[in-house]
Nanobody
Framework: QVQLVESGGGLVQAGGSLRLSCAAS????????MGWFRQAPGKEREFVAA????????DYADSVKGRFTISRSKDKNTSYLQMNSLKPEDTAVYYC???????????????WGQGTQITVSS
């Protein structure tokens, strides 16, 4: 059983920054990629960013490239999503997720957190 707990969500003005954290437990002896999806009301869930176990490889949706940065802690159990230059269209519930490898992250996610709300005001 794997648990993912997101934190850091909230309300921010357009152009501002937030950092999300995702703490993973129950998978301490396995290598896994971590990343983020988001879903706005009335829209399909979309991929945001992901990072490999080593942290050496990352992947970003075109909509967030240059603005968001994904990283993970030295102990590999926490993923961070630094979000800069936030736009109203970034408003969504953000979900942390894991997958066996970065290369299959978008199609083979196996665990999800419960989500954290990000609201960007205009």
């Amino acid at each position: 059983q794997v648990q993912l707990v997101e934190s850091g969500g909230g309300l921010v003005q357009a152009g501002g920054s937030l950092r999300l954290s995702c703490a993973a437990s129950g998978r301490t002896f396995s290598r896994y990629a971590m990343g983020w999806f988001r879903q706005a009301p009335g829209k399909e869930r979309e991929f945001v960013a992901a990072i490999s176990w080593s942290g050496g490889s990352t992947d970003y949706a075109d909509s967030v490239k240059g603005r968001f940065t994904i990283s993970r802690s030295k102990d590999k159990n926490t993923s961070y999503l630094q979000m800069n230059s936030l736009k109203p269209e970034d408003t969504a519930v953000y979900y942390c997720a894991t997958a066996l490898r970065l290369g299959v992250f978008e199609k083979a996610t196996d665990y999800w957190g419960q989500g954290t709300q990000i609201t960007v005001s205009s």
